[in-house]
């Protein structure tokens, strides 16, 4: 009976310890399981361009640089990002910095033009290496011919710093070529000719140019053709008359001169100064000197302005 017994009980336990378990009840609901987070996909180049772009537009330089340089983070080939960092950089002054952009936007796509117009604004902005800088306007020019115009600015002031009369010449045939009735083609031929040391031939075709008048520009580059050949009333006529076409709001000056004011008035008193008018020449150099950059010729013409103004002595003689 008492094995009976003890069989029954362990056949019990063996039910038992076969039957699902139980879950034991608790007063608090289980917690829910998180479900799996999606992985982060990585954002392109063009996305933290398109935001430097939104911020340049704005005049936030600081977050556009940020933006452009996250570009070029997840991708350093990417130039489009490249360009408008060492547009910035540049701008900023950082040379070193600028230069690097610009030859690593060339390095990735030597076929872009405007890489190559980054490179010569470095070199011209950046260097003052007006040859490197001819270089590269004119490799952007011959990959990106649409590059011309907007470029000629560029490349005839690195032509003109860099004394390179032979580019000066090409550049003025080349914007004839393409505006024959435009009169700045006159101006770009007459200060070619000018650096080549031919001035009447200079006269020669501003006066031309200006038979049924003309902008300022041109005057005032006529001028300066009669100043080298040592006309001085003839110079002192086209200085006045770009002077009043200034005063009516002629602004054609702005193309080649950041305070083309200190400019003319620096003109006007030298040939003052050549034609005998002596205070109005001082008058002129010192407010010249009062709005520009210091001239140090200024400071000698004015002191002979100045002793042009003392009255000779009066000869005396002894019996």
């Known amino acids: 009976m008492m094995r009976a017994s003890l069989l029954g009980l362990v056949l ?53 640089l940020l933006a452009f340089s996250q570009a070029i983070q997840v991708d350093p080939t990417f130039v489009p990002a490249r360009l408008q960092r060492g547009a910035i950089y540049l701008a900023m002054g950082e040379a070193e910095a600028a230069l690097a952009d610009a030859q690593m936007a060339v390095a990735a796509d030597p076929a872009n033009g405007e890489a190559y117009a980054l490179l010569g604004e470095v070199f011209r902005l950046g260097f003052g290496d007006y040859q490197r800088a001819l270089d590269a306007y004119e490799q952007a020019v011959r990959l990106d011919p649409s590059l011309a115009d907007p470029l000629f600015p560029a490349r005839w002031q690195a032509a003109v710093a860099g004394g390179r009369v032979e580019r000066m010449l090409a550049l003025a045939r080349a914007y004839r070529r393409r505006y024959p009735d435009d009169p700045m083609a006159a101006y770009y031929r007459a200060r070619a000719l000018l650096a080549l040391g031919v001035p009447r031939s200079a006269i020669s075709v501003l006066v031309a140019a200006l038979e049924e008048g003309g902008p300022a520009v041109l005057w005032l580059a006529l001028g300066d053709a009669y100043v080298a050949d040592g006309a001085w009333p003839q110079a002192l006529v086209c200085y006045e008359q770009a002077q009043k076409l200034i005063e009516r709001g002629d602004r054609s000056l702005y193309l080649f001169s950041e305070d083309p004011v200190a400019d003319l008035l620096g003109r006007l008193g030298i040939v003052y100064l050549y034609t005998g008018r002596c205070a109005e020449a001082q008058d002129l150099l010192e407010q010249a000197m009062s709005r520009g950059p210091d001239r140090p010729e200024y400071h000698t013409l004015i002191g002979q302005a100045m002793i042009c103004q003392m009255p000779t002595p009066a000869l005396t003689f002894s019996p």
């Open 12 to 64: 019990l336990l063996l039910v038992a310890g076969c039957a699902a378990p139980q879950p034991t009840l608790s007063p608090h609901p289980p917690a829910a399981s998180p479900s799996p987070q999606p992985t982060p996909v990585p954002l392109g180049p063009e996305v933290y361009y398109r935001a430097g772009l939104d911020r340049r537009a704005v005049g936030d330089m600081e977050d556009a």
